[in-house]
């Protein structure tokens, strides 16, 4: 069964560094999601990307946050200066289409930022 | 108010119980509704869409109330390995996920 990738499955890092986190989704799949749970917390929205462009972001991805498709495959999001509240569990979701179809979650990537 | 809002539980049941969980979303534009599972520290997995028809698939049976807006999740003859935080999930126009709080469940012999 295809299922979406995610690496490193944990990262640490210092407070302002920058940190690149790796996403493969499903191969045929055309909408991609990053997602992130702070612990103990429930799962927040971070932001939608198709067609190589953001479709959606919420409030918390301010301007320190990017996603990229750099190739045909992989999908990154990148924090440029991490700060302490930035530690989470950070989910990438892909899907075939928009609406009502079901996304398919990585295993996450930890961060914690110390 | 919260967008979701979900008893966060616990639910602690013997096997074979039946359980109920109660999700009220906020927002009338939500169009679509599902019921995720999240067991410890791994990722959301879909576990049902929710119509307002209602559906069921197996022992699980949700139902969507639009006037309402109000989802549930029956569970009937609970396994030990039904043992996972439920999650209530309203989708918006553009794909965007929306997550409650979930619902801690667990099992005993």
């Known amino acids: 069964e295809p299922e979406v990738t995610q690496t490193p499955s944990h990262q640490v890092t210092q407070m302002g560094q920058e940190v690149i986190l790796r996403c493969v989704p499903i191969s045929n799949h055309l909408y991609f999601y990053w997602y992130r749970q702070i612990l103990g917390q429930k799962v927040e929205f971070l932001v939608s990307?198709?067609?190589?462009?953001?479709?959606?972001k919420s409030e918390i991805f301010d301007d320190q946050f990017s996603v990229e498709r750099p190739d045909g495959s992989n999908f990154t999001l990148k924090i440029r200066s991490t700060k302490l509240e930035d530690s989470a569990m950070y989910f990438c979701?892909?899907?075939?289409?928009?609406?009502?179809?079901?996304?398919?979650f990585g295993p996450g990537t930890r961060l914690t930022v110390t | 108010r919260k967008e979701v809002e979900q008893d966060p539980g616990p639910f602690n049941v013997p096997e074979g119980a039946t359980v109920a969980f109660n999700c009220t979303y906020s927002n009338s534009a939500s169009q679509s509704f599902f019921w995720y599972r999240q067991d410890c520290r791994k990722e959301p997995k879909l576990l049902m869409s929710?119509?307002?028809s209602g559906n069921e698939d197996g022992r699980f049976t949700a139902q969507l109330n639009r006037a309402s807006q109000y989802i549930s999740l029956l569970i009937r003859d609970s396994k030990l390995s039904d043992s996972a935080t439920y999650l209530c999930v309203v989708q918006y126009q553009g794909g965007k996920l929306i997550f409650g709080q979930g619902t801690e469940l667990s099992v005993k012999p």
């Open positions: 929710v119509y307002s």
């Open positions: 990307f198709y067609n190589n462009e953001i479709s959606e």
């Open positions: 979701a892909s899907s075939e289409q928009a609406f009502t179809y079901e996304q398919y």
